[in-house]
Nanobody, 121 residues
Framework: QVQLVESGGGLVQAGGSLRLSCAASGSIFSINAMGWYRQAPGKQRELVATIPSAGSTNYAVSVKGRFTISRDNAKNTVYLQMNSLKPEDTAVYYC???????????????WGQGTQVTVSS
């Protein structure tokens, strides 16, 4: 199996910063893309940022220039540095990884349990 464990959420004032981390563990052969998604109350889950195993990152328009996604392949960990936070960034943030498990051929999506980010005005 594969587990994704997120950390780093919390309460911050508008204009502040937070850094989210997500570590993948288990029977991992390789990880393709990793990313962060968020879901605010009453809204659908939306993409925040993704990062492939190699290549360009991708950001939602609403976070471009404020958030930075990065990954440490040796640690199977993805990070999200969030700066200049706004109240509208308040949501549960979910980590996602596209993983090829040991002994299997096809990649599969895995999700973390979510971490709450609350930005007060």
């Amino acid at each position: 199996q594969v587990q994704l464990v997120e950390s780093g959420g919390g309460l911050v004032q508008a204009g502040g910063s937070l850094r989210l981390s997500c570590a993948a563990s288990g029977s991992i052969f390789s990880i393709n893309a990793m990313g962060w998604y968020r879901q605010a109350p009453g809204k659908q889950r939306e993409l925040v940022a993704t990062i492939p195993s190699a290549g360009s990152t991708n950001y939602a328009v609403s976070v471009k220039g404020r958030f930075t996604i990065s990954r440490d392949n040796a640690k199977n960990t993805v990070y999200l540095q969030m700066n200049s936070l706004k109240p509208e960034d308040t949501a549960v943030y979910y980590c996602n990884a596209v993983v090829i498990r040991i002994g299997l051929l096809l990649p599969k999506d895995y999700w973390g349990q979510g971490t709450q980010v609350t930005v007060s005005s």
